[in-house]
């Protein structure tokens, strides 16, 4: 019979630790989901005031959308952009620039610089075959990209959407409020039971 009270107080403890680590990894988990969906909506109305790219800590952020820089940057990546000194530029540096009338913005390695009075880079994407036709003159030159993460722009490019902002903001934002009631009935329930 004392075996038997030792196993159930055994079991007991087995499923209280259990039950403990699953809510301290929900809470985890829920806190995560809430810090992504609050700089998710930080970066789509800052975009939106500012009608240019969301940035975070002086880097802007740009979604590739095209192959040409592949394999360095595939398509759908989020690429951190830091405004350079065009001085400080060098070949080898990966920049982002616009076209002479301020439009979409291009990211390419630099191949070459020319310095003739006024600085000019010659820049190839790295799955292409032939430089630019066109220098870049250092005028237009946004930054030189610093860090990378794959995939991501899919997900923010989706996110501008009316469809994509219901599904990756208001759903989880709503299951995290849901959740939170429910722990928050259940806990006042046990401290009633008490």
């Known amino acids: 019979m ?7 107080q055994d079991n007991n403890k087995n499923n209280n630790k259990m039950n403990k680590f699953k809510i301290i990894a929900s809470n985890i988990f829920i ?5 992504i969906i609050i ?3 930080i970066m789509l109305f800052q975009s939106k005031q500012t009608q240019g790219p969301p940035s975070i800590a002086g880097h802007q952020m740009y979604i590739v959308l095209s192959g040409s820089m592949s ?3 595939k ?3 989020i690429i951190f952009v830091k405004e350079a000194n ?4 060098k070949v080898n540096d990966i920049i982002t620039y616009t076209g002479n009338d301020g439009g979409s913005a291009t990211t390419h390695r630099v191949v070459g610089i020319h310095n003739e009075g006024t600085i000019l ?7 292409n075959n032939m430089d630019d036709p066109l220098p870049v003159p250092a005028k237009n030159v946004v930054g030189v990209v610093k860090y990378s993460i794959p995939l991501v722009g899919y997900v923010f490019s989706f996110a501008r959407t009316k469809e994509g902002f219901l599904l990756l903001m208001i759903v989880p934002g709503a299951i995290i409020i849901v959740t939170q009631l429910f722990n928050l009935f259940k806990y006042i329930k046990e401290a009633k039971e008490s």
């Open 2 to 8: 004392e075996n038997h009270s030792l196993e159930i």
């Open 75 to 77: 398509t759908g990546s």
């Open 121 to 127: 880079f010659q820049t190839r994407g790295d799955a």
């Open 86 to 89: 065009p001085e400080d530029i």
């Open 31 to 35: 806190g995560i989901m809430g810090v």
């Open 71 to 73: 394999p360095t940057f």
């Open 39 to 41: 700089g998710m909506l």
